[in-house]
């Protein structure tokens, strides 16, 4: 079957850095999202990964080992703001979409 | 308005009522999507529309009926539902309807079946 694995939930503290990873076992690999989904509100796109490795935006960046079906985000600086669930997702041969179950990150002051 | 707007917010039913759920999306996308966001479980596409005809139909039981009249709205009728489909429903469009492409998302209705 098709699986992606992320942590359920993380803890960290304002103004330090935090990796939040993503591991995916799926038939083919067409790409890879991550969504934010703050409490209450819809998902917002981050990032989207096709090949290996790291892209960056701002704050936010995002890794990606195909070989080892494996993905990071990686957030820097972090503001209280940045509390939020993190969502993974992967694109498979067939061009399906396959979602992990989130890690929701709590920022403490 | 802009992206996709979903209404109700909120909504309380019993498992003998009938009510809807709409959704609209003003970004000019031609595929638009039903989710249904489960605490802790990864997103379960329930339904699929590519220029108002629908294109996956995920196993989702009888009781919820989709229906999309065009391209900027979609509808997600209900009936008889039981409680364990309490959970965040949330519509979402992109610009096609491959898993390639970004999905935009609207805040969801969270749904409640007493």
């Known amino acids: 079957g098709q699986n992606i694995d992320q942590p359920t939930e993380m803890t960290a503290t304002e103004g330090a850095i935090v990796q939040i990873n993503c591991t995916y076992q799926?038939?083919?690999?067409?790409?890879l999202f991550w969504y934010q989904q703050h409490a209450g509100e819809a998902p917002t796109f981050l990032s989207y990964n096709v090949l290996d490795g790291l892209e960056e935006k701002g704050r936010f960046s995002s890794f990606l080992s195909r070989s080892k079906g494996y993905s990071y985000l990686l957030l820097k600086e972090l503001q209280m703001k940045d509390s939020a669930s993190y969502l993974c997702?992967?694109?498979?041969?067939?061009?399906?979409?396959?979602w992990g179950a989130g890690t929701k990150l709590i920022i403490k002051p | 308005e802009t992206g996709v707007t979903q209404t109700p917010r909120h909504l309380v039913m019993g498992m003998t009522n009938k009510k809807s759920l709409k959704c609209e999306q003003h970004l000019g996308h031609n595929a638009m999507y039903w989710y249904k966001q489960s605490a802790k479980k990864p997103l379960e596409l329930m339904f699929v529309y590519s220029l108002e005809e629908r294109v996956e139909n995920n196993s989702v039981p009888s009781r919820f009926s989709p229906e999309c009249p065009n391209s900027s709205h979609l509808f997600l009728h209900l009936h008889t539902l039981q409680p364990e489909d309490s959970a965040l429903y949330l519509c979402a469009s992109s610009q096609g309807v491959s898993g390639a492409n970004v999905l935009t998302f609207g805040a969801g209705s969270r749904l409640t079946v007493l």
């Open positions: 997702a992967v694109t498979d041969s067939n061009y399906q979409l396959i």
């Open positions: 799926t038939s083919g690999f067409n790409g």
